[in-house]
């Protein structure tokens, strides 16, 4: 029998974020996981939805090349530069579309990435932005990991775990508002529960005006969170200040759990069309 992956380090950042200044954005990144990778050893860091410019509906002003625009450049180097694996959402613009595009970097070179399925109609996002159309799964450090952004975690069977081929871990990015919080607790604990699975859940936090024309300014609510299998926080951030949190996932107890409570073996049998 082969040896279980190793306990994997995570990071997750909740930051402040400046309204389309993408330049400024990434030069106070650089500065947060500057000092989080001196402080520790971290496999795997975690930006929240549109990390680089903050959530907005209008696309245009900064989107960015899918093979070699600033913010993927900027992944690239922080993931080779401290030898740890970077998630984290853009805008992006492909063959005269715009997409909100989550991508996984490691220090290897190896870029994975997946587009936001379900798009926040009630902001806008559907009115300039394609949603994807399949879903990303990566084996890094021999574990499996599953993307959503934001709105997908409203829809539980886009998320639904495979009980032939589970995943480990669902990453979460998002830029969710301070008004619905109720609705964040919850359904991340949801997930994180019936799909038997860590959580990793990160999210924008303080305001930004002017995202989606003609409506309130955004206001996030910042509780970014670490579930584990049972829906149980290992660990949450504050709401509304900027904060990193840090936790070891444990492989062997994720796998202890789904034995002692298979419930991924009495799941619904079903397709997507």
């Given at each position: 029998?082969?040896?279980?992956?190793?306990?994997?380090?995570?990071?997750?950042?909740?930051?402040?974020?400046?309204?389309?200044?993408?330049?400024?954005?990434?030069?106070?990144?650089?500065?947060?996981?500057?000092?989080?990778?001196?402080?520790?050893?971290?496999?795997?860091?975690?930006?929240?939805?549109?990390?680089?410019?903050?959530?907005?509906?209008?696309?245009?002003?900064?989107?960015?090349?899918?093979?070699?625009?600033?913010?993927?450049?900027?992944?690239?180097?922080?993931?080779?530069?401290?030898?740890?694996?970077?998630?984290?959402?853009?805008?992006?613009?492909?063959?005269?579309?715009?997409?909100?595009?989550?991508?996984?970097?490691?220090?290897?070179?190896?870029?994975?990435?997946?587009?936001?399925?379900?798009?926040?109609?009630?902001?806008?996002?559907?009115?300039?932005?394609?949603?994807?159309?399949?879903?990303?799964?990566?084996?890094?450090?021999?574990?499996?990991?599953?993307?959503?952004?934001?709105?997908?975690?409203?829809?539980?069977?886009?998320?639904?775990?495979?009980?032939?081929?589970?995943?480990?871990?669902?990453?979460?990015?998002?830029?969710?508002?301070?008004?619905?919080?109720?609705?964040?607790?919850?359904?991340?604990?949801?997930?994180?529960?019936?799909?038997?699975?860590?959580?990793?859940?990160?999210?924008?936090?303080?305001?930004?005006?002017?995202?989606?024309?003609?409506?309130?300014?955004?206001?996030?609510?910042?509780?970014?969170?670490?579930?584990?299998?049972?829906?149980?926080?290992?660990?949450?951030?504050?709401?509304?200040?900027?904060?990193?949190?840090?936790?070891?996932?444990?492989?062997?107890e994720l796998h202890?759990?789904?034995?002692?409570?298979?419930?991924?073996?009495?799941?619904?049998?079903f397709k997507l069309?």
């Amino acid at each position: 029998m082969s040896e279980p992956p190793a306990p994997l380090t995570v990071c997750l950042v909740q930051p402040v974020v400046v309204a389309q200044n993408i330049d400024k954005n990434l030069a106070h990144m650089t500065d947060l996981i500057n000092s989080m990778v001196h402080a520790r050893h971290i496999d795997l860091i975690v930006l929240p939805e549109m990390f680089n410019c903050g959530f907005t509906s209008q696309p245009t002003p900064v989107a960015e090349s899918p093979v070699d625009g600033k913010s993927l450049r900027w992944m690239k180097t922080i993931s080779k530069e401290k030898k740890v694996a970077v998630v984290g959402s853009i805008v992006v613009e492909e063959n005269m579309k715009y997409y909100n595009r989550l991508f996984f970097v490691t220090p290897e070179g190896d870029v994975s990435s997946y587009d936001k399925k379900h798009l926040f109609t009630m902001g806008d996002e559907a009115l300039h932005f394609t949603p994807g159309n399949h879903k990303t799964i990566v084996n890094y450090k021999g574990w499996k990991i599953n993307f959503a952004i934001c709105y997908d975690i409203r829809f539980p069977v886009w998320l639904r775990n495979d009980k032939k081929d589970p995943y480990d871990i669902l990453i979460v990015v998002a830029a969710w508002s301070s008004d619905k919080r109720h609705h964040w607790m919850s359904l991340t604990t949801a997930r994180a529960i019936e799909n038997s699975a860590y959580l990793l859940a990160a999210n924008n936090c303080g305001v930004l005006p002017d995202s989606v024309p003609g409506k309130p300014d955004l206001v996030f609510t910042g509780d970014c969170r670490i579930l584990d299998p049972f829906g149980i926080p290992i660990k949450e951030a504050l709401p509304g200040v900027e904060q990193l949190i840090y936790a070891t996932l444990d492989y062997e107890e994720l796998h202890l759990w789904r034995n002692h409570f298979p419930v991924l073996n009495d799941e619904d049998d079903f397709k997507l069309l």
